[in-house]
């Protein structure tokens, strides 16, 4: 069974740091491109980031670039994000995803696999 | 930036009762080099992450029910729930992918409750 389990959540003030992480079991995590996904408090879905599966192409979108790297360890099937100079407005629910594999060759590029999500609240 | 807009933002429909949502993008979202419209329908209950529903506009994700069904092309699409039940009180996201640069989109939400 796929398991996306993310973790670091919780309140720091503007200006500050935080770190989440994102354990994943059930699949071959290595193989696998991953994103972060945020929802602030009774608003819609924004995605936030990707990571290919070796870790070495990496985007982001244009509201976190400059503050916020996502990474991850093969070793530990964890996927990170790193998350500086943090706003107000970063205030949300972080979701970890899988991106689908290829089907029939060709990239989904969706997400078939979502984690329950880590509240990050930016608050003085 | 391409901007995905639902249509409508919430809908009242009848338990056995047709529901339709409309996502429409500023850009088409169909893909020359595969012949895939990269936009996909997610439905997301309270409390929980969203669950993938549709992918290529059109093709149901595996165990999805087949009362959901989608369709459209380029800049115009449709998630049908052709019988609505109980369960499927959800919000629901259009979800677009763009190649320059890479980038997802969601629409901002339709929110389908029981009439």
Avoid at chain 1, 62 to 90: C, E, H, P, W
Avoid at chain 1, 105 to 119: A, E, K, P, R
Avoid at chain 2, 67 to 91: H, K, N, P, W
């Amino acid at each position: 069974e796929v398991q996306l389990v993310e973790s670091g959540g919780g309140l720091v003030q503007p200006g500050g740091s935080l770190r989440l992480s994102c354990a994943a079991s059930g699949f071959t995590f290595s193989d696998s491109w991953m994103h972060w996904v945020r929802q602030a408090p009774g608003k819609g879905l924004v995605w936030v980031s990707r990571i290919s599966h070796d870790g070495r192409t990496t985007t982001y979108a244009d509201s976190v670039q400059g503050r916020f790297t996502i990474s991850r360890d093969n070793a530990k099937d964890t996927l990170y994000l790193q998350m500086n100079s943090l706003r107000a407005d970063d205030t949300a629910v972080y979701y970890c995803a899988r991106e689908g594999p290829p089907t029939w060759g060709i990239l989904t590029l969706v997400y078939d696999y979502w984690g329950q999500g880590t509240l990050v609240t930016v608050s003085s | 930036d391409i901007v995905m807009t639902q249509s409508p933002d919430s809908l009242a429909v009848s338990l056995g009762d047709r529901a339709t949502i409309n996502c429409k993008s500023s850009q088409s979202v169909l893909f020359s080099s595969t012949n895939k419209n990269h936009l996909a329908w997610y439905q997301q209950k309270p409390g929980q992450p969203p669950k993938l529903l549709i992918y290529w506009a059109s093709t149901r994700e595996s165990g999805v029910p087949d009362r959901f069904s989608g369709s459209g092309s380029g800049t115009d699409f449709t998630l049908t729930i052709s019988r609505l039940q109980a369960e499927d009180v959800a919000v629901y996201y259009c979800q677009r992918y763009s190649t320059t640069p890479p980038s997802w989109a969601f629409g901002q939400g339709t929110k389908v409750e029981i009439k």
